[in-house]
């Protein structure tokens, strides 16, 4: 499984932006979108299960950014709306074979970054 996650920029606080993973899905994997500030770990974003397109929240996030799949094109993408400073970070998209895990050492398939910078 090769991914590769674009669509990151600069966006004013409260804008909106959309991410984008290629190359994803398979019969019984979890896609999930993670994040990465400066200085902080890794953390869990968003979830969505390729069968039956079930998603999975972390509470920050919930209400603003809504994540979805497009099986025909084999994209996962993240809608992210009225975006805060503290989504600054750079995004990364993943895969696991099995159900959505909010842990990052569940995932085994990793694309590489895409910044998103919010400015305030």
């Known amino acids: 499984v090769q991914l590769q996650a674009s669509g990151g920029g600069l966006v004013q606080a409260g804008g909106s932006l959309r991410l984008s993973c290629a190359g994803a899905g398979r019969t019984n994997y979890a896609m999930g979108w993670f994040r990465q500030a400066p200085g902080k770990q890794r953390e869990f974003v968003a979830g969505?299960?390729?069968?039956?397109?079930?998603?999975v929240y972390v509470d920050s996030v919930k209400g603003r950014f809504i994540i979805s799949r497009d099986k025909a094109k084999r994209m996962v993408y993240l809608q992210m709306n009225d975006v805060k400073s503290e989504d600054t970070a750079v995004y990364y998209c993943?895969?696991?074979?099995?159900?959505?895990?909010?842990?990052?050492?569940?995932?085994?398939?990793w694309g590489q970054g895409t910044l998103v910078t919010v400015s305030s």
């Open positions: 969505i299960t390729w069968n039956w397109g079930t998603t």
């Open positions: 993943a895969a696991r074979n099995g159900d959505i895990t909010m842990e990052t050492s569940g995932y085994g398939y």
